[in-house]
């Protein structure tokens, strides 16, 4: 069985970091794509980052490029969000999602950006 | 980037009928489109991919349909636990964005 479990989220101020990880089991993770996807309070899903299985290839939304970092450890079966500069409308569930097109979902962790 | 829109944005419906929500891209997206099921609360679900095959588990209940610019997500026979949001998103190229949402609600 697949499992995806994020973890890190948080309580940050405005313009602090966070860094998020995901936990992967049940699948060979080094072979597959992996992205974040975020939802803030009481919204919509908006795609945030994707990494290929080798971290090769990496894609941002431009709503976060230059301020966050997918990374990925194959050898930890780990995925990996370093969020900097962190802005209020940062706040949101931050899931951790498989392949492309998306096939399984973690639970989610909870950023909350607030003074 | 390509716009993704959902109609209708909400939607009531009734224990054993059929509805229909529509996706639409602003370009061409060939059939790179997936269906999402979220429940209050929970994570989203993946139901279809490819416009129309479904992801492995989902009820034969779910159908989708669509090419090139315009899909639709098919649910028959509504059940209660069939009552959630849904999101179309396309992934045919960077950034994977995704529609709205559409609320299905129990009328």
């Known amino acids: 069985e697949v499992q995806l479990v994020e973890s890190g989220g948080g309580l940050v101020q405005p313009g602090g970091s966070l860094r998020l990880s995901c936990a992967a089991s049940?699948?060979?993770?080094?072979?597959?794509?992996m992205n974040w996807v975020r939802q803030a309070p009481g919204k919509g899903l908006e795609w945030v980052s994707y990494?290929?299985?080798?971290?090769?290839?990496?894609y941002y939304a431009d709503s976060v490029k230059g301020r966050f970092t997918i990374s990925r450890d194959n050898a930890k079966n780990s995925l990996y969000l370093q969020m900097n500069s962190l802005r209020g409308e940062d706040t949101a569930v931050y899931y951790c999602a498989r392949l492309r097109p998306i096939e399984d979902w973690g639970q989610g962790t909870l950023v909350t950006v607030s003074s | 980037d390509i716009q993704m829109t959902q109609s209708p944005s909400s939607l009531s419906a009734s224990v054993g009928d059929r509805v229909t929500i529509t996706c639409r891209a602003s370009?061409?997206?060939?059939?790179?489109l997936a269906w999402f099921q979220q429940k209050p609360g929970k994570a989203p679900k993946s139901l279809i991919y490819?416009?129309?095959s479904l992801q492995g588990g989902v009820p034969s209940k779910f159908s989708g349909s669509g090419s090139g610019t315009d899909f639709t997500l098919t649910i028959s026979s509504l059940q209660p636990e069939d009552f959630a949001t849904y999101y179309c998103?396309?992934?045919?190229?960077?950034?994977?964005?995704f529609g709205q949402g559409t609320k299905l609600e129990i009328k």
């Open positions: 049940g699948f060979t993770f080094s072979s597959d794509g």
């Open positions: 490819a416009a129309s």
């Open positions: 998103q396309q992934y045919y190229s960077y950034p994977y964005t």
């Open positions: 370009q061409d997206i060939n059939n790179y």
């Open positions: 990494i290929g299985s080798s971290s090769s290839v990496v």
